[in-house]
């Protein structure tokens, strides 16, 4: 009796369906990192952004007059999207607040970062991430860059 070599058609599903449980399991939580990483940029950003800030503080006595066209909008000092190097952004910078002792900074999301919430920086240093994207940056829950605050 000739003895047959290969897989039955069933093992071949099973393989399949393995394969398909593994990746409806793995896809969400990879983009959840995906979606960390780039919010994670974006924060990166903001830093660099406030850097500039004090720059022009330095050089003007004020933190106005930093965006382009005015005191708010986009930054005239930095670069206006983020990431700042690389292809798709997914994040627009905006000084929403400038006066001559004080700023908010914000990394606003967009395209496959949309509905992430704004990132926030002031110039005390206080940041906040609206998690719930709701328009508030004064919950207790969003008064951080991390996961979550306590």
């Known amino acids: 009796m000739k003895k047959q070599l290969g897989f039955t058609l069933i093992e071949l599903m099973i393989v399949v369906v393995i394969i398909t449980i593994l990746a409806s399991v793995a896809w969400p939580s990879y983009q959840g990192h995906v979606k960390s990483t780039r919010r994670a ?11 500039a800030m004090e720059k022009h503080f ?3 006595g004020s933190y106005k007059a930093a965006a382009d066209g005015g005191d708010t909008g986009a930054p005239g000092i930095f670069a206006t999207e983020a990431p ?3 292809g798709t952004k997914f994040y627009n910078l905006r000084i929403t607040a400038a006066d001559d002792t004080s700023y908010t900074l914000q990394a606003q999301p ?4 949309a509905g992430d919430g704004n990132i926030q920086l002031k110039s005390s240093g206080e940041k906040a991430w609206d998690r719930g994207n709701d328009g508030s940056l004064v919950e207790a829950g969003d008064l951080c ?3 979550s605050c306590s």
Do not use: S, V
């Open 41 to 51: 940029d974006a924060q990166g950003a903001l830093m660099g952004l406030a850097q």
């Open 58 to 60: 330095t050089q003007n």
């Open 84 to 86: 700042l190097d690389g």
């Open 110 to 113: 967009k395209n496959g970062q």
């Open 145 to 147: 860059w991390r996961k």
